[in-house]
């Protein structure tokens, strides 16, 4: 299986903050990889795919990058709706795999 | 606008079969343009991919969960369907069921899921 390191696991974090995320990859996936924010007591969302692609709809503060196996979601300036759990995954190889999350906590 | 919605028993004692229909309105599971996985989360814990199905019926599991998984499709009905047998405790967690899609011969991102159902494993 691939695995998925996603740090820090904990971001304490004020409004307006730029926060970013990294995912690393055991193996190459290509630009195979999402991130997904969820809340509590909600299934997660779709915020990017594709490493880089922004989900319709999904605020354009939200963005993706990547180098090799490591990907970054950055989010430009903190809004009171994104704190939240954040998590990646991976669909390049079967089974997909997700990191363990970042929780981004009021700071 | 695609809507999933997990339902089955809340509760399952150690040992037996844990059995859950996720029923899809706006979409079809039929269609060519996705496939349908399952996803679980221990409570407290992060997300743990069990397999998924296409519309043609081929079925990808999680190796640590493959002796005992199950995914099924039903088109007629539009719904998907997931059996676990021999559960335990550790198997205690909400199940969300989730569209996935899929575009240049390959699978990819789950663009949609279900509120998510908690299932308890105890006696």
Redesign the interface.
């Known amino acids: 299986?691939i695995q998925m390191t996603q740090s820090p696991s904990t971001l304490s974090a004020s409004v307006g903050d730029r926060v970013t995320i990294t995912c690393r990859a055991s193996q190459n996936i290509r630009s195979?990889l999402?991130w997904?924010q969820q809340k509590p007591g909600?299934?997660?969302?779709?915020l990017i795919?594709?490493a880089s692609t922004l989900?319709s709809g999904v605020p354009s503060r939200f963005s993706g990058s990547a180098s090799g196996t490591e990907f970054i979601l950055t989010i430009s300036s903190l809004q009171p709706d994104d704190f939240a759990t954040y998590?990646c995954?991976q669909?390049e190889s079967?089974?997909?795999?997700?990191?363990?999350?970042t929780k981004v906590e009021i700071k | 606008q695609v809507q999933l919605q997990e339902s089955g028993p809340g509760l399952v004692k150690p040992s037996e079969t844990l059995s859950l229909t996720c029923t899809v309105s706006g979409d079809s599971t039929s269609s060519n343009n996705y496939y349908w996985g399952w996803i679980r989360q221990p409570p407290g814990k992060g997300l743990e991919w069990i397999g998924i199905i296409y519309s043609f019926g081929r079925t990808y599991y999680n190796p640590s969960l493959e002796s005992r998984v199950t995914i099924s499709g039903d088109t007629s009905k539009n719904r998907v369907s997931l059996r676990l047998n021999s559960v335990t405790g550790a198997d205690t967690a909400v199940y969300y069921c989730a569209r996935g899609r899929t575009y240049n011969s390959g699978w990819h991102e789950f663009d949609a899921w279900g509120q998510g159902t908690l299932v308890t494993v105890s006696s």
């Open positions: 299986d195979w999402a997904y909600t299934a997660p969302k779709l795919y594709a989900e998590y995954q669909y079967y089974p997909a795999t997700f990191g363990g999350g």
